[in-house]
C-alpha cells in the first residue's frame, strides 16, 4: 500500500555530513528521513524556496522535457529499502499511457516539487525503515529536530540515496 508523503524539510547528518530529506505521511504521523546528495538537495531546496534560477537546472530541463512531450508526472513512488538503498519509480502518463521510470528517490523528489506530482512512499519501506518507526512518534518541529539531531552513529550515515 503506498502512503501520501509530504517534504517535511531538509537538514544535515551531523556524523556524514550529508543532507537528510525528511518527508512526513500526510495522513498520519510516520516519517521517513532519506539521505541525499549535495547536489539533489540543493535542487530539492531551490524549488522548496521557490528561487528562480538564471538558467534550468537539471531537474528544470526533465520538466520542460516532459511538457514538450506532452507527458504528466502522476507520482512519484520510494518503493524499496535494499541493502540500505532507497529506489523510486517515476510515474508518467501519455496519451493514455502510463509509463515507471527507475529513479534515485532525491530526483523523483525533486521532479515531484517541479512538477506539483504527489509523493508516496510504499508501506513496507517505512515498515523496514528502523529510524522511520522510531521518529514516528516525534513529530513535533523543535522535538524531530533535536531527535534527529541526537540520533547515534550508529543511527546515521546507513541510508544512501
Do not use: C
Not at 503506498?2 to 525528511?22: A, F, S, Y
Request: glycine share 6%.
Amino acid at each position: 500500500m503506498e502512503i501520501e508523503m509530504k517534504i517535511r524539510g531538509l537538514m544535515m547528518d551531523p556524523v556524514t555530513n550529508m543532507p537528510i530529506v525528511i518527508l512526513k505521511d500526510v495522513g498520519g504521523d510516520s516519517i521517513l528521513p532519506i539521505w541525499v546528495g549535495v547536489y539533489e538537495a540543493n535542487a530539492i531546496a531551490l524549488e522548496i524556496e521557490k528561487v528562480q534560477t538564471p538558467r534550468p537546472m537539471t531537474h528544470d530541463l526533465i520538466k520542460n522535457v516532459l511538457l514538450g512531450l506532452n507527458a504528466v508526472v502522476k507520482k512519484v513512488v520510494v518503493t524499496e529499502l535494499r541493502d540500505d538503498t532507497f529506489y523510486a519509480l517515476i510515474w508518467l502518463e501519455r496519451n493514455g499511457s502510463t509509463i515507471t521510470i527507475d529513479s534515485r528517490p532525491s530526483d523523483a523528489l525533486a521532479l515531484a516539487l517541479r512538477t506539483d506530482a504527489p509523493i508516496f512512499v510504499e508501506e513496507a519501506v517505512l515498515k523496514s525503515s528502523k529510524i522511520a518507526s522510531a521518529v514516528s512518534e516525534k513529530v513535533g518541529n523543535e522535538e524531530l529536530r533535536r531527535w534527529l539531531e541526537n540520533l547515534g552513529e550508529e543511527d546515521l550515515g546507513k541510508y544512501k540515496m
